[in-house]
């Protein structure tokens, strides 16, 4: 390697707002005032903590300089498999910063709300036309929130029918959120094995089904990165005993446009428009994860449900069999109007070709590196590929070890130890949106890394180096965060 965009540059070092702030120092100087003195009340005051005096330079800085610390995907290439995280236009922020959405707010009348109740009507469309499905929510604010309102849709559909049913098939590729939102809803998920291909079978799921089970949820693409090619059959079996599938959209990036999602059986998909819609994200949201079904399950949405009548819009709690609210008001509106910019932008053509790319650059990467590192299941992937250390054993080296390594040329490391079936696996999405050079530094960084494996063990079990803080102690940084650095 002859070059790196690693954490090189210009890092301060920055004390706490405590410890620079100076007693008497302000923000902003305001004009003399010709009224009388009047005290706060002191009820207002805080006494738990005395806030430091501070200049409007020593706020600006500190902010600046602690962003500085944090990487993000307009910083580089941000691998996380299953995330998508993918470079969002900012003409889409912009558009979502325009005052007249900006400044709406949701308790005022409809009447005087018809462009963004439009907007939103609009969206549900598209994405009704990208999935091929019949009707949308755009209530729920991610793809588990999405996953609970299918599971609560299940639940109700099978009442209706005169019996709810008590179990559900979730595959052991799935992401955690499945199994978890179908347990909060009284479901027992039912864990179902994937063949040598990393697909799931007709044969295994017909073992499994029967008239107790309320459905599976399937993610297609899965979490392995691959298309679940018996999807038509396995729907058939599940709807012969009276089942739904449930689809986990959170992989839409790899087939946007492509696969038609009825036509595979799905009864309800949730899509994750913070993942393949243009919405920055890996902070912890805000996000949105519409939930889309077949005519028939219609009634059971959430409501309000955005309702249009002659070219008017409103909104309408008139839907009898619904599962009730999700979320207050309609959703997270700011979400979906960047996803709206982004597929106006994009059209429908382009959408696809986005998808066709990110397959391109996932395969691309996987002929590359199955060179060097153990590819578990050696074949044609969609938009990410999995990777696992098994290589690297003789050495101990493991997959923390080469992904914290990463940081230090410049990259995100990509998600490990996930889909849990693969030992070690290592999870690599690199989007439709990195050029073949970045792409190409990516594959020469993880060479290195892999030949460091081998030669210089100790310096993996080391990284990362060139970062302001190296190896954490993630346990405790989630159970007791210190969040005065
Ligand atoms: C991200 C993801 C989810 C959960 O979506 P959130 O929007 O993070 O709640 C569910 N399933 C899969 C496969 C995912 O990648």
């Known amino acids: ?35 009388p003195d009047a005290p706060l009340d002191k009820e207002f005051i805080r006494k738990d903590s005395e806030l430091p005096d501070l200049s409007e330079v020593n706020v600006i800085r500190h902010f600046t300089r602690l962003s500085q610390w944090n990487f993000g995907i307009d910083a580089g290439m941000y691998p996380l498999g299953s995330c998508t995280m993918k470079y969002n236009p900012k003409v889409n922020e912009r558009v979502a910063l325009l005052p007249g959405f900006a400044e709406a707010h949701p308790l005022l009348p409809t009447s005087l709300s018809q462009g963004i109740l439009r907007l939103m009507f609009e969206l549900e469309r598209c994405l009704a036309a990208i999935t091929s499905m019949d009707a949308v929510t755009l209530q729920p604010s991610a793809g588990a929130q999405g996953e609970l309102c299918g599971m609560l849709i299940f639940r109700a559909y099978h009442r209706k029918k005169g019996k709810p049913r008590s179990k559900i098939i979730v595959p052991n590729t799935a992401h955690g959120t499945n199994p978890s939102s179908a347990t909060l809803c009284g479901y027992k998920p039912v864990g179902i094995s994937i063949n040598e291909k990393g697909i ?95 005519k028939y399950l219609e009634p059971f949405l959430p409501v309000p449900r955005i309702i249009e009548e002659k070219g008017v819009f409103s909104l309408s709690n008139d839907f009898p069999d619904s599962i009730g609210k999700l979320h207050a008001f309609y959703g997270n509106v700011g979400i979906m109007i960047r996803a709206l910019a982004y597929i106006l932008c994009m059209g429908g053509e382009n959408l696809k070709k986005a998808s066709q790319l990110a397959v391109l650059n996932a395969n691309y990467i996987k002929e590359k590196l199955k060179k060097v590192l153990h590819l578990p299941y050696d074949r044609t992937c969609m938009h990410e590929c999995v990777f696992s250390d098994k290589n690297q054993n003789p050495t101990k080296i493991t997959t923390l070890d080469m992904a914290k390594r990463l940081i230090d040329f410049g990259f995100h490391p990509p998600t490990i130890y996930f889909p849990l079936i693969v030992k070690g696996a290592m999870m690599i999405e690199p989007t439709e949106t990195e050029s073949k050079e970045e792409i190409d530094r990516f594959i020469a960084a993880m060479e290195q890394i892999v030949e460091e494996a081998t030669n210089q063990p100790d310096l993996l079990r080391n990284a990362p180096m060139k970062c302001k803080v190296r190896r954490l102690d993630e346990a405790q940084a989630a159970r007791k965060p210190c969040l005065a650095g």
């Open 1 to 35: 390697m002859t070059e790196t965009s690693a954490t090189r540059g210009l890092i301060f070092n920055e004390p706490l707002l405590w410890e620079i702030g100076k007693k008497g120092r302000i923000g902003f100087s305001m004009p003399e005032h010709d009224v």
């Open 200 to 294: 799931l079978t007709p044969d295994a799921v017909a073992a499994l089904m029967d008239e107790d089970t309320a459905g599976i949820m399937v993610t297609n693409p899965n979490t392995l990165g691959f298309f679940e090619e018996n999807i038509q059959k396995i729907s058939e079996i599940v709807h012969s005993k009276g089942g739904l599938v449930y689809g986990d959209g959170a992989n839409m990036n790899a087939v946007m446009g492509i696969v038609d999602m009825a036509a595979c059986g799905m009864d309800i998909l949730h899509l994750n428009l913070h993942k393949t819609f243009s919405t920055p994200h890996g902070g912890g949201g805000p996000g949105a994860g519409p939930v889309c079904t077949k």
